[in-house]
Protein backbone atom coordinates (compact mmCIF):
# COMPACT_ATOMS: atom_id res chain seq x y z
CA UNK A 1 0.00 0.00 0.00
CA UNK A 2 0.98 3.43 -1.16
CA UNK A 3 2.12 5.41 1.90
CA UNK A 4 1.77 8.74 0.19
CA UNK A 5 0.53 11.59 2.73
CA UNK A 6 -2.41 13.72 2.00
CA UNK A 7 -4.64 16.25 2.60
CA UNK A 8 -8.07 15.10 4.18
CA UNK A 9 -11.22 15.97 5.88
CA UNK A 10 -11.43 14.15 8.79
CA UNK A 11 -14.93 14.59 10.64
CA UNK A 12 -15.99 13.91 14.23
CA UNK A 13 -18.96 14.50 16.46
CA UNK A 14 -18.27 18.20 17.06
CA UNK A 15 -16.79 19.11 13.68
CA UNK A 16 -13.88 18.08 11.44
CA UNK A 17 -10.12 18.41 11.08
CA UNK A 18 -7.88 18.94 8.09
CA UNK A 19 -5.05 16.81 8.32
CA UNK A 20 -2.11 14.93 6.02
CA UNK A 21 -2.82 11.31 6.34
CA UNK A 22 -1.35 7.71 4.97
CA UNK A 23 -3.19 5.56 2.97
CA UNK A 24 -3.26 3.38 5.77
CA UNK A 25 -5.05 6.37 8.14
CA UNK A 26 -7.13 6.24 5.48
CA UNK A 27 -8.70 2.99 5.39
CA UNK A 28 -9.19 3.25 9.50
CA UNK A 29 -10.95 6.12 8.76
CA UNK A 30 -13.09 4.70 6.25
CA UNK A 31 -16.54 3.39 7.56
CA UNK A 32 -17.94 2.27 4.28
CA UNK A 33 -19.30 5.82 3.04
CA UNK A 34 -17.36 8.51 1.19
CA UNK A 35 -16.82 10.28 4.20
CA UNK A 36 -13.44 10.03 6.43
CA UNK A 37 -13.79 9.64 9.98
CA UNK A 38 -10.91 11.15 13.03
CA UNK A 39 -11.72 8.67 16.12
CA UNK A 40 -11.12 5.15 14.23
CA UNK A 41 -7.80 6.75 12.83
CA UNK A 42 -6.48 7.79 17.06
CA UNK A 43 -4.10 10.33 18.07
CA UNK A 44 -2.82 11.85 14.45
CA UNK A 45 0.59 14.00 15.35
CA UNK A 46 -0.52 18.08 15.96
CA UNK A 47 1.53 19.21 13.15
CA UNK A 48 -0.20 17.43 10.60
CA UNK A 49 -3.85 19.14 11.14
CA UNK A 50 -3.32 22.48 9.47
CA UNK A 51 -7.23 23.71 10.43
CA UNK A 52 -9.85 22.35 12.18
CA UNK A 53 -13.98 23.62 12.24
CA UNK A 54 -15.63 23.41 15.77
CA UNK A 55 -19.45 22.69 15.10
CA UNK A 56 -20.32 24.67 18.34
CA UNK A 57 -18.18 27.84 17.47
CA UNK A 58 -19.57 27.58 14.01
CA UNK A 59 -16.01 28.62 12.68
CA UNK A 60 -13.05 27.32 11.34
CA UNK A 61 -10.14 28.12 12.85
CA UNK A 62 -6.07 27.62 11.74
CA UNK A 63 -4.10 25.09 13.65
CA UNK A 64 -4.69 22.03 15.20
CA UNK A 65 -7.12 22.00 18.09
CA UNK A 66 -6.03 20.80 21.86
CA UNK A 67 -5.04 16.70 22.07
CA UNK A 68 -6.20 15.27 25.13
CA UNK A 69 -4.92 11.99 26.38
CA UNK A 70 -4.65 9.26 28.94
CA UNK A 71 -2.93 5.65 28.40
CA UNK A 72 -4.88 3.41 31.30
CA UNK A 73 -3.77 0.54 30.18
CA UNK A 74 -6.84 -1.03 31.82
CA UNK A 75 -8.51 -4.39 31.16
CA UNK A 76 -12.07 -3.48 30.70
CA UNK A 77 -13.37 -6.79 29.04
CA UNK A 78 -11.64 -10.33 28.73
CA UNK A 79 -8.69 -10.52 26.36
CA UNK A 80 -9.47 -6.43 25.64
CA UNK A 81 -6.75 -3.78 27.25
CA UNK A 82 -8.28 -0.30 26.91
CA UNK A 83 -4.64 1.30 25.93
CA UNK A 84 -5.51 5.02 25.21
CA UNK A 85 -8.37 7.75 25.43
CA UNK A 86 -8.61 11.07 24.49
CA UNK A 87 -9.81 14.12 22.40
CA UNK A 88 -9.59 16.70 20.08
CA UNK A 89 -10.79 19.81 21.81
CA UNK A 90 -11.31 23.42 20.52
CA UNK A 91 -9.19 25.97 21.71
CA UNK A 92 -11.04 28.70 21.65
CA UNK A 93 -14.45 27.25 23.55
CA UNK A 94 -13.27 23.93 24.77
CA UNK A 95 -15.92 21.54 23.19
CA UNK A 96 -15.05 18.18 21.87
CA UNK A 97 -14.20 18.13 18.06
CA UNK A 98 -14.02 14.13 18.31
CA UNK A 99 -12.84 11.85 20.85
CA UNK A 100 -11.36 8.29 20.46
CA UNK A 101 -10.38 4.97 22.35
CA UNK A 102 -7.48 2.61 21.51
CA UNK A 103 -7.48 -0.97 22.10
CA UNK A 104 -5.46 -4.21 22.55
CA UNK A 105 -6.15 -7.96 22.42
CA UNK A 106 -3.13 -9.31 24.54
CA UNK A 107 -4.00 -12.55 22.71
CA UNK A 108 -4.78 -12.01 19.07
CA UNK A 109 -6.07 -15.48 18.23
CA UNK A 110 -8.62 -15.49 21.44
CA UNK A 111 -12.61 -13.45 21.46
CA UNK A 112 -13.32 -10.78 23.56
CA UNK A 113 -15.11 -11.69 26.65
CA UNK A 114 -17.30 -10.01 28.88
CA UNK A 115 -16.51 -6.59 29.82
CA UNK A 116 -15.58 -5.85 33.25
CA UNK A 117 -18.29 -4.23 35.45
CA UNK A 118 -18.26 -0.39 36.81
CA UNK A 119 -17.32 0.12 39.86
CA UNK A 120 -19.91 2.00 41.97
CA UNK A 121 -19.00 5.54 42.75
CA UNK A 122 -18.38 6.18 46.68
CA UNK A 123 -20.12 9.10 46.69
CA UNK A 124 -24.09 9.27 45.53
CA UNK A 125 -23.32 12.73 43.38
CA UNK A 126 -20.23 12.94 41.50
CA UNK A 127 -18.10 15.41 42.46
CA UNK A 128 -16.06 18.01 39.98
CA UNK A 129 -12.00 16.85 40.31
CA UNK A 130 -9.37 18.35 38.54
CA UNK A 131 -6.94 16.48 37.48
CA UNK A 132 -3.14 17.45 36.74
CA UNK A 133 -2.04 17.94 33.71
CA UNK A 134 1.09 17.53 31.37
CA UNK A 135 1.18 20.88 28.87
CA UNK A 136 3.21 20.69 25.63
CA UNK A 137 2.58 23.55 22.54
CA UNK A 138 -0.20 21.49 21.25
CA UNK A 139 -0.91 18.36 23.46
CA UNK A 140 -2.08 17.84 27.05
CA UNK A 141 -1.87 14.59 29.20
CA UNK A 142 -4.44 14.44 31.28
CA UNK A 143 -3.88 11.90 33.96
CA UNK A 144 -6.65 9.08 34.96
CA UNK A 145 -9.45 10.01 37.16
CA UNK A 146 -11.48 7.60 39.46
CA UNK A 147 -15.26 6.38 37.60
CA UNK A 148 -17.59 9.10 39.43
CA UNK A 149 -20.74 7.89 38.03
CA UNK A 150 -22.57 3.73 37.15
CA UNK A 151 -24.50 6.23 34.30
CA UNK A 152 -21.45 7.72 32.90
CA UNK A 153 -21.88 5.82 29.43
CA UNK A 154 -20.97 8.80 27.37
CA UNK A 155 -18.22 8.01 24.69
CA UNK A 156 -18.17 4.30 25.51
CA UNK A 157 -17.66 2.09 22.23
CA UNK A 158 -20.74 -0.28 22.12
CA UNK A 159 -19.90 -4.21 20.89
CA UNK A 160 -22.51 -5.97 19.42
CA UNK A 161 -22.68 -10.28 20.51
CA UNK A 162 -19.95 -11.12 18.12
CA UNK A 163 -17.98 -8.06 19.28
CA UNK A 164 -18.02 -6.73 16.37
CA UNK A 165 -17.93 -2.18 17.03
CA UNK A 166 -21.19 -1.03 16.06
CA UNK A 167 -21.06 2.76 17.19
CA UNK A 168 -20.52 4.98 20.31
CA UNK A 169 -22.92 5.53 23.21
CA UNK A 170 -24.28 8.80 23.25
CA UNK A 171 -27.06 8.99 25.74
CA UNK A 172 -29.86 7.19 27.77
CA UNK A 173 -32.52 8.02 26.70
CA UNK A 174 -36.84 7.49 25.97
CA UNK A 175 -38.34 6.04 23.00
CA UNK A 176 -41.78 6.86 21.92
CA UNK A 177 -43.46 4.11 24.09
CA UNK A 178 -41.67 5.05 27.46
CA UNK A 179 -38.92 2.74 26.86
CA UNK A 180 -35.28 2.98 28.33
CA UNK A 181 -33.26 3.19 25.38
CA UNK A 182 -29.55 3.52 24.76
CA UNK A 183 -28.80 6.15 22.14
CA UNK A 184 -25.74 5.70 20.01
CA UNK A 185 -23.47 7.46 17.20
CA UNK A 186 -22.83 4.33 14.69
CA UNK A 187 -20.30 3.79 12.55
CA UNK A 188 -21.71 5.76 9.48
CA UNK A 189 -22.13 8.75 11.80
CA UNK A 190 -25.98 8.22 12.05
CA UNK A 191 -27.77 8.70 15.05
CA UNK A 192 -29.78 4.99 16.29
CA UNK A 193 -31.06 3.57 19.74
CA UNK A 194 -30.38 0.01 20.96
CA UNK A 195 -33.07 -1.34 23.29
CA UNK A 196 -32.23 -0.90 26.69
CA UNK A 197 -33.11 -4.63 27.65
CA UNK A 198 -30.61 -6.12 24.98
CA UNK A 199 -27.31 -4.61 26.75
CA UNK A 200 -25.49 -7.61 28.06
CA UNK A 201 -22.89 -5.98 30.43
CA UNK A 202 -21.64 -2.21 31.18
CA UNK A 203 -17.51 -1.24 32.06
CA UNK A 204 -15.20 0.41 29.52
CA UNK A 205 -16.92 -0.62 26.76
CA UNK A 206 -20.51 -1.77 26.45
CA UNK A 207 -21.36 -5.31 25.46
CA UNK A 208 -25.25 -6.53 23.42
CA UNK A 209 -26.67 -10.03 24.50
CA UNK A 210 -25.41 -13.05 23.52
CA UNK A 211 -26.79 -14.72 20.10
CA UNK A 212 -27.99 -17.42 21.76
CA UNK A 213 -30.63 -15.84 23.55
CA UNK A 214 -34.19 -15.18 23.43
CA UNK A 215 -34.23 -11.46 21.76
CA UNK A 216 -37.79 -10.86 20.56
CA UNK A 217 -38.13 -8.08 17.73
CA UNK A 218 -34.55 -8.38 17.08
CA UNK A 219 -34.07 -7.86 12.97
CA UNK A 220 -32.34 -10.91 11.05
CA UNK A 221 -30.78 -8.25 8.30
CA UNK A 222 -29.25 -5.36 10.50
CA UNK A 223 -28.88 -6.99 14.12
CA UNK A 224 -31.20 -4.13 15.53
CA UNK A 225 -33.12 -5.27 18.40
CA UNK A 226 -36.73 -3.57 18.21
CA UNK A 227 -39.33 -3.63 20.63
CA UNK A 228 -41.76 -6.34 21.40
CA UNK A 229 -44.19 -7.11 19.04
CA UNK A 230 -42.49 -4.55 15.82
CA UNK A 231 -43.56 -5.69 12.46
CA UNK A 232 -40.85 -3.84 10.65
CA UNK A 233 -37.63 -3.44 11.85
CA UNK A 234 -37.11 0.49 13.24
CA UNK A 235 -33.52 0.94 11.87
CA UNK A 236 -33.15 -0.70 8.45
CA UNK A 237 -37.32 -1.14 7.78
CA UNK A 238 -37.19 -5.25 7.51
CA UNK A 239 -40.23 -7.41 7.97
CA UNK A 240 -39.40 -8.80 10.99
Request: charged fraction near 25%; glycine fraction near 8%.
Amino acid sequence: MSEEVRLKKLRGSGGYVMARVTDEQQVKGNLGGPDLFLAPMGRLDAELISKYFCNTCEKEFEGPPKIEFENPNEEVAENLILAERGQYICNSCNSSIAEYREFKKPDEASEIGNAKPIEPAIESVPQQVTEPAIQTSQETVTQAGPVTSISSIEGKVVYDEKANKIGIAKQVGIDSTQSMVLVITKNDNTEGSIQWNSIKKVGEVILLGNPESSQPGKCSNCGFVNKEGSKFCEDCGTKI
